[in-house]
């Protein structure tokens, strides 16, 4: 697999935006915050120059409001502010190079300072969880070194010979979640959509991913090149780079290798109900009642 021709890992200028910060006597924003928003809005439709994204209101809105809370489980360390805090790193970056007028830089100022405000409150509620969320919130709750893979796994073997119902109250227990009805708040419903949260996150990111090469090597047909063999011929070892470059990212942004632990050898933690299980929820109940989670909203999603 030639990463170089296929391009698939974002390439955020995290250390150039944090070091220009410095310079300029910025308050700083953590490093990891500035990485996750660089990098959604590199997969998303900002347009860059000099490897910068260029904000405007609505790309502002969907990062904020639409996206962060689906990946982003903030360190305990960083504020919940952070993620406003890097945006508007961002937005002095492009009103430094001429991008922004003084009266815009304002403008998206203020934007970002109340979408932060509304993600810090999205971060909380319990069914725009997504699995990899959720056992981060678990896991630095028990206090486990999440730097440490077996150590990671050493917890998630413990956590899966609990009862059902003790998991659920290992759940309702957790102080960096909105816990209006205790333990019966974590509904069969809640769970059914904190799995499909799951999915179509993951998905989401590897239509982006996707989208990312496909535009990096229209350049290769403009110059009469080949194309790599993963596209030309083995397109299911593309899928797989894919794949696994939307667990790594996954990772950076929660707990390293956890997304795909969950999705692979622990997927009775964190099942990702298929259609026969939806549909036999809805039968069930009689109604449709999962919560919306705002996730096929992009074409890219629903193919």
Same mark, same amino acid.
């Given at each position: ?6 391009r ?5 200028h995290?250390?150039? %935006?944090?070091?220009?910060? #410095?310079? $300029? +006597?910025?308050s700083? @924003? ?7 928003? *660089? /990098?959604l809005?590199?997969l ?16 502002l ?11 982003v489980?903030?360190?305990?360390e ?21 991008r922004?007028?003084?009266?815009r830089?304002?403008? %998206?100022?203020e934007?970002a #300072?109340? $979408? +932060?405000?509304?993600? @810090? ?7 725009? *969880? /997504? ?15 999440t ?11 413990g ?18 979640l ?24 993951r998905?989401?990111v ?6 990312r ?6 350049g *290769? ?31 950076e ?26 549909d ?6 009689g ?16 193919a």
């Amino acid at each position: 697999m030639d990463q170089d021709d296929l391009r698939l890992a974002p390439r955020p200028h995290t250390a150039e %935006l944090l070091r220009w910060a #410095e310079e $300029q +006597g910025l308050s700083p @924003a953590p490093e990891a915050a500035v990485a996750a928003v *660089l /990098t959604l809005l590199e997969l998303g439709d900002a347009q860059l120059h000099d490897g910068f994204p260029e904000l405007t209101s609505p790309l502002l809105q969907e990062l904020l409001y639409e996206r962060l809370h689906l990946y982003v489980q903030p360190l305990p360390e960083q504020p919940q502010h952070a993620y406003g805090d890097a945006v508007r790193l961002l937005i002095d970056h492009q009103r430094a190079a001429k991008r922004l007028n003084a009266k815009r830089q304002q403008r %998206l100022h203020e934007e970002a #300072e109340w $979408q +932060g405000e509304l993600l @810090a409150g999205l971060l909380r509620q319990p069914h725009l *969880l /997504t699995w990899p969320r959720l056992y981060t919130l678990l896991l630095r709750e028990a206090g486990v070194d999440t730097a440490d893979p077996a150590a990671v796994r050493a917890w998630l073997d413990g956590f899966r010979t609990l009862a059902e119902p003790e998991r659920i109250a290992a759940f309702a227990a957790l102080t960096g979640l909105e816990q209006p009805e205790g333990e019966e708040g974590w509904t069969e419903g809640v769970l059914l959509s904190i799995g499909m949260a799951t999915d179509g996150a993951r998905l989401l990111v590897e239509n982006r991913l996707m989208q990312r090469s496909y535009r990096n090597l229209a350049g *290769l047909n403009a110059l009469g090149l080949p194309m790599p063999a993963e596209l030309s011929g083995d397109f299911p070892a593309f899928e797989v780079a894919v794949q696994a470059e939307a667990l790594r990212l996954l990772g950076e942004w929660t707990v390293p290798a956890l997304p795909e632990l969950l999705l692979t050898e622990y997927q009775d933690l964190a099942p990702e109900p298929g259609a026969a299980e939806v549909d036999g929820y809805i039968v069930r109940r009689g109604l449709v009642d999962l919560p919306d989670l705002g996730l096929w909203t992009d074409d890219e999603a629903q193919a």
